[in-house]
């Protein structure tokens, strides 16, 4: 099993540093979920994270980076939008898509013109980001961003805990460093700017009305324009997914299920006013704590043995969204093959 280090220790940060220029990966905290991290610049090295998870070849990833001038680096054509989210949004969790610069990997991109760009509001995750752009000037080379994908199977419920890294990837990665549960708990909200009027990709903890306050105009969901959308993170029908089946039920339901022979579990949130039971996990009312505690829960029902795992309907309001969207990815199975 990898090595799990305290994340606020220099002496952890530094061999991180050298294990990421060697072109190994790391488990890297982050505000949002636990990531798989790799040297953006080493494209042999990006190639083990698609190893590691089994994630396809064309399923992007998102470069994380620790300061503002690294946009340039990793993107070219930046329009005036992104530098505002960026000043409004950064250190936080927003991922933009914008045109890639030619320097980029194109295993980064999966092949496309484009690239999603963040920088985690994480302490743990912006010293190793700052500490890895600082060793790579000391040897005159640029960059010093991370690719870094959730740190898990891909398809599979994201981290939020260094010990889930350890347990999903074991020895396919070389050190996890540790900055305790995740504070947001889900991926981040992902805009693109890369075709000139912002389209949201994949709802997060920022809304769509923070964005457009922000910006000063309205933001499109993806609806219209998913055919030329970029591929980006998280975007496929199924995934976030556990093992076991997960239905999504109202209380009566739930309850009714709750009390047969079946072996099922059940997440619900404080207004279903059910018994307390081994096989009842309770969550908040609130979108953003319920989100923080999400996959935490999922993960651990997933390896209860349940034949079910059984969820409440979520209310259909605009802070619910981000949860939703990762709740109805969780539910859906791929279709039988009957070709």
Known sequence: MPEILPGQSSEAIDRAV????????????????????????????????????????????????????????????????????????????????????????????GGQGSVGIRMPGHPVALSLLRALADSRRARAKSGGGLAAPSANRFGRISPTAAQHVADELGDAVSLILDGGDCQVGIESTIVDLSRGVPVILRPGAITAEQLSLVLGEPINTPCSIMRDAPRVSGSLASHYAPRTPLQVLDVRTIAQALAGAEPVAAIVREDAGLQPQPNLVVLSNNAAAYAHDFYRVLRELDSGGYARILVQVLPDAADWAAVQDRLGRAVYRDPPDNG
């Open 18 to 109: 050298s294990l990421l220029n060697a072109g190994q990966l790391i488990g890297l905290p982050t505000e949002t979920v636990y990531g798989l991290a790799a040297d953006a610049d080493n494209p042999e090295a990006v190639s083990k994270i698609f190893a590691a998870k089994g994630r396809p070849s064309d399923h992007p990833l998102i470069v994380h980076i620790g300061a503002d001038d690294l946009l340039s680096h990793y993107a070219r054509d930046i329009p005036e939008a992104a530098w505002v989210l960026a000043e409004a949004f950064w250190p936080g969790p927003l991922t933009m898509i914008l045109k890639k610069a030619p320097i980029v990997p194109d295993v980064v991109t």
